[in-house]
T-cell receptor, first 114, second 114 residues
Framework: QQQVKQSPQSLIVQKGGISIINCAYENTAFDYFPWYQQFPGKGPALLIAIRPDVSEKKEGRFTISFNKSAKQFSLHIMDSQPGDSATYFC?????????????FGGGTRLMVKP | ETGVTQSPTHLIKTRGQQVTLRCSSQSGHNTVSWYQQALGQGPQFIFQYYREEENGRGNFPPRFSGLQFPNYSSELNVNALELDDSALYLC?????????????FGPGTRLTVL
């Protein structure tokens, strides 16, 4: 059962444009929602994360928007650059003493054209 | 601060063999999680180790096993390898009890089963 659904699978954006990636989750007990960036041949790198007690978090050009009632969250990349071309994964986890396993979405391959 | 390291980088095995993958956690972290990432997919949680014991497990068969050592490093062992075990195996370290329990990934071990 896929508990985190991510869309689109691939995205092409012009340099300077806005990249938007969406995720939806099913388990209302999730309480931590990170985004990871992965370049070919590398492990995922933590980009930005949010908890459900806030509706938006911004770090530089990256913003997470969170809608608890809709069980959806999204990543916005402002002023997209060719160096942002990578695969992006949303994830969700329960942060408890039984371990905080991350449940990942299927990934979005972003290409930013010069 | 030393990041998460994994060895080996690449590995080729044949069906039925056994394999051991290794991970050194980031300095200051006491928890190690292992993930399997098939080509073109998001990482799937295998299990997590804390205080040298398994502290949560995903939907993987018992032939996937692990260890954590007193220095918090960890091993992933896979017995009776199958073709579908071909994947990138990722190790992530975190600090149990930290406020956000962020997980930081290593570069992965690419396992090919022939």
């Amino acid at each position: 059962q896929q508990q985190v659904k991510q869309s689109p699978q691939s995205l092409i954006v012009q340099k300077g444009g806005i990249s938007i990636i969406n995720c939806a989750y099913e388990n209302t007990a999730f309480d931590y929602f990170p985004w990871y960036q992965q370049f070919p041949g590398k492990g995922p790198a933590l980009l930005i994360a949010i908890r459900p007690d806030v509706s938006e978090k911004k770090e530089g050009r990256f913003t997470i928007s969170f809608n608890k009632s809709a069980k959806q969250f999204s990543l916005h990349i402002m002023d997209s650059q060719p160096g942002d071309s990578a695969t992006y994964f949303c994830a969700a986890s329960l942060n408890n003493n039984a371990g905080n396993m991350l449940t990942f979405g299927g990934g979005t391959r972003l290409m930013v054209k010069p | 601060e030393t990041g998460v390291t994994q060895s080996p980088t690449h590995l080729i095995k044949t069906r039925g063999q056994q394999v051991t993958l290794r991970c050194s956690s980031q300095s200051g972290h006491n928890t190690v999680s292992w993930y399997q990432q098939a080509l073109g997919q998001g990482p799937q949680f295998i299990f997590q180790y804390y205080r040298e014991e398994e502290n949560g497990r995903g939907n993987f068969p018992p032939r996937f096993s692990g260890l954590q050592f007193p220095n918090y490093s960890s091993e992933l062992n896979v017995n009776a390898l199958e073709l579908d075990d071909s994947a990138l195996y990722l190790c992530a370290s975190s600090s149990m009890g930290a406020r956000y329990n962020e997980q930081f990934f290593g570069p992965g071990t690419r396992l090919t089963v022939l």
